[in-house]
């Protein structure tokens, strides 16, 4: 029994010429699965990469930036339920099944009311349900990671179940190759140890020819480990009185998962009245853990000075849980409008919390007999151990979130169409309600039957905030919630636009858009969560804006279809509250500041001999570089390690009562020859002054379609990187011949893959 009225795809909007809505596109399976890809891995945000308005992350990641937004600015449905981190392998895969997929909808601007809780997108996707009738599934397996999709009747005609599952062994296959490949196979070291496992179910039930049930479950895990553990060693001549030997062995972990639990009813009272109600759970656990053993030997004609051991260790959690119910009617009895209303509560937990632990055994040895000794030297300097346990933060924080909304459809006349809304949001935490009306307005003026304006006005709020370093290397990320003293975030934006539609399906359109952002959460300059203390006194409020111009041509109809997209954009912030000052209170560009972006998405169908075909596809990508801040200046002075307690209390307490023992001559001389060392404090002129090399690259794929009696077989070819661009992702500060220097890593050289499906 087909059930096609109640099925959420209703939800599934046209985005045409005529439709009021501006600023949003629908993604089709089609689409995702004829893209190019890195390894093989079909990916549904690496689709909207190549949408105006949309950065990526990194070369090869499918984390996505939208319209100068921060990554937690995107809200991300899978079914209803909100995905919080929707990437595997650490960015480079997205956390969403593609063989599953229906359908999506993208919103970069133009937001209804029906959404709210972020900023700079909403990404909504849709599962497809189960055959009613018969089982059929897919299995894939590919060079990155082996996927399988099976759906089918539970009981014939009433019940389906729609279930994919896959897993990655990235340092099985893919490492091994990767090192023949690599000039230099030592930065494969942060990916030899990543993979993730995941699976997603939905399960479909038909009450009535005018009533439906489904239910979803997600749950995904990703681990990550830097193995073979790093380490390094080196000797420094500090003067010819002074030598110090240092040797460092490190351990890093990261792991993070999503667990998603939604359950949906959909009700088709009448012709003109439809309600929708539901409930989800979602859950995200993110650990980071990392152990570090420093050994340090220094000598010189005053003093030997032994580290035998320093071992400190740092165990990063950010846990986020949030339940929520929602109640939802449409009803068109109004002759003309189209009207929706509903009401949404919900509450999140948050545990951010940091624990670190310092133990260190120290030995000093008089090796100059001319040198005074205290009486009780050995006592105090001979086997000192310390050990210092820090805990931040170790508390949760709770708010509720709750929210009314009503958006009426309307068209008054031919030429004029428009979606007006309102959504009032509340944002509940302990001593303090934040109320945010959010007024919505997009209209469509339509000049002729191939042309039209749209403009559009949206006020968002948003409850959660991402704290994360500024730096270019692997930041460490914690999800905090609006507390008494931490306001929600606030944005308003502004666009309009000029679209064309030809007859063969070939639409045309240009946007401008402008963006005001309030209450947006960064750290202070020179902290980050790894600082003591809690972290509402580690941050400051600020603002920005963002603008920019996007063009889009896109032919969707045919054997030949494909893309354009092009954006110019500006992201700027702000923080200059008193005491609060970023960049001496100065307007600079945020980190994800990328001026230019190209897309180029071209696909060719061809019919072999019976059902037989064959697809390809070819994909470029320019942009520029991502902004980054790194070290410009180096200050020394004469108080090392001054922000850390644990060498306060052993340099300053412990060294000083014997130093004091020694007469001026000598005591400068030590100070000198081997506190110098450590007194090299380096800092930077501007936040995010450094724009990395512009990124360019081509990709192509080839899919030879086998279609059999009882089913196919796909055989896929792609290659990411033709031309072998460098495309530098990460940079850091390294040494050559002595001197500092600026290095930088390329993860992507030119990379094959090859893929095998099998449809039954």
């Not at 400190?312 to 449409?330: L, N």
């Not at 070819?618 to 307690?645: E, I, K």
Request: hydrophobic share 35%.
């Amino acid at each position: 029994m087909k059930l096609g009225e109640v099925v959420v795809e209703g939800q599934h909007s046209d985005f045409g010429l005529r439709s009021s809505q501006m600023s949003a596109l629908s993604i089709t399976p089609a689409q995702i699965t004829r893209l190019p890809t890195l390894l093989g891995e079909v990916d549904v945000l690496k689709v909207l990469q190549r949408l105006p308005g949309v950065q990526s992350g990194g070369d090869g990641a499918s984390t996505i930036y939208v319209r100068g937004g921060d990554y937690d600015q995107n809200l991300i449905l899978l079914d209803g339920v909100p995905l919080f981190s929707a990437e595997h392998l650490g960015g480079y895969t997205s956390a969403i099944n593609s063989d599953l997929v229906d359908w999506g909808d993208f919103y970069r601007g133009a937001f209804p009311a029906r959404y709210g809780g972020r900023l700079s997108s909403v990404i909504n996707v849709g599962l497809r349900p189960g055959d009613f009738n018969h089982f059929h599934g897919i299995v894939n397996v590919g060079v990155l990671s082996s996927r399988f999709q099976c759906e089918g009747p539970i009981w014939p005609g009433h019940t389906s179940i729609n279930l994919g599952a896959r897993v990655s062994y990235f340092n099985l296959l893919t490492e091994p190759v990767l090192n023949k490949v690599y000039d230099k196979p030592a930065s494969l070291r942060p990916y030899s140890k990543l993979n993730y496992l995941d699976l997603t179910a939905r399960v479909t039930h038909n009450l009535s020819d005018h009533s439906q049930l489904t239910a979803m479950v997600y749950w995904g895990r990703d681990r990550k480990s830097a193995a073979p553990d790093s380490s390094s060693s080196g000797e420094y001549t500090m003067d010819n009185k002074s030598t110090m030997s240092l040797k460092s062995n490190s351990k890093d972990r990261n792991n993070w998962s999503n667990l998603l639990l939604g359950i949906n009813w959909d009700l088709k009272l009448t012709d003109h009245i439809t309600f929708h109600t539901g409930a989800h759970y979602s859950a995200y656990r993110y650990e980071m853990s990392s152990t570090t053993t420093d050994y340090m030997h220094n000598y010189n004609k005053l003093r030997d000075l032994a580290l035998t051991e320093e071992k400190s260790s740092s165990t990063q959690h950010s846990d986020i849980d949030e339940w929520q119910a929602k109640f939802e009617v449409e009803t068109g009895v109004l002759k003309g409008h189209s009207v929706r209303a509903g009401v949404t509560a919900g509450h999140q937990s948050y545990n951010p919390t940091v624990e670190m632990h310092k133990h260190g055994t120290y030995s000093f040895y008089t090796l100059d007999p001319n040198t005074p000794v205290r009486k009780d030297d050995d006592k105090l300097y001979n086997n000192t151990r310390v050990d210092i346990d820090t805990l931040i933060g170790g508390r949760r924080y709770n708010f509720t979130e709750a929210a009314l909304w009503l958006e009426d459809e309307m068209q008054p006349w031919q030429w004029l169409r428009f979606n007006v809304g309102v959504r009032m949001a509340l944002f509940c935490t302990s001593g303090k309600t934040w109320v945010s009306p959010e007024p919505r307005l997009s209209s469509r003026f339509l000049l002729s039957s191939h042309h039209a304006i749209k403009v559009s006005y949206s006020h968002m709020a948003q409850g959660l905030h991402r704290l994360t370093t500024s730096t270019l290397v692997s930041p460490t990320d914690v999800w905090v919630p609006v507390t008494d003293v931490i306001p929600p975030v606030k944005s308003d934006l502004t666009a309009l636009g000029y679209s064309f539609e030809t007859n063969p399906g070939i639409s045309i359109g240009i946007e401008g858009y402008y963006k005001w952002q309030n209450n947006l959460l960064e750290y202070r300059e020179g902290a980050s969560y790894f600082s003591n203390g809690d972290w509402r006194n580690l941050v400051v409020l600020g603002k920005g804006r963002t603008y920019g111009v996007e063009l889009f041509a896109q032919k969707l109809k045919g054997a030949f279809t494909g893309s354009v997209s092009y954006t110019w954009a500006k992201s700027l912030r702000t923080f200059d509250r008193p005491g609060q000052e970023v960049n001496d209170g100065q307007e600079y560009y945020a980190n994800n500041d990328r001026r230019h972006n190209l897309q180029i998405t071209l696909n060719q169908h061809f019919k072999l001999h019976g059902k037989h075909s064959i697809d390809l596809g070819a994909a470029f990508t320019w942009q520029s570089g991502r902004r980054g801040t790194l070290t410009t200046y180096s200050v020394h002075g004469l108080r090392p390690y001054s922000n850390d307690p644990y060498m306060i209390e052993v340099h300053e307490k412990d060294y000083s009562y014997w130093i004091d023992g020694l007469d001026k001559r000598t005591r400068d001389e030590y100070y000198r020859n081997l506190w110098y060392y450590f007194l090299d404090f380096a800092t930077y002129r501007h936040p995010n002054g450094y724009v990395m090399p512009s990124v360019h690259h081509l990709d192509l794929s080839a899919t030879l379609n086998l279609h059999m009696h009882w089913g196919s077989i796909q055989v896929g070819l792609s290659v990411y990187n033709v031309y072998n661009h460098r495309n530098v992702s990460n940079v850091f500060l390294g040494y050559k011949s002595g001197r500092r220097v600026l290095k930088g890593v390329c993860p992507f050289p030119i990379m094959p893959s090859i893929n095998l499906g099998v449809k039954f």
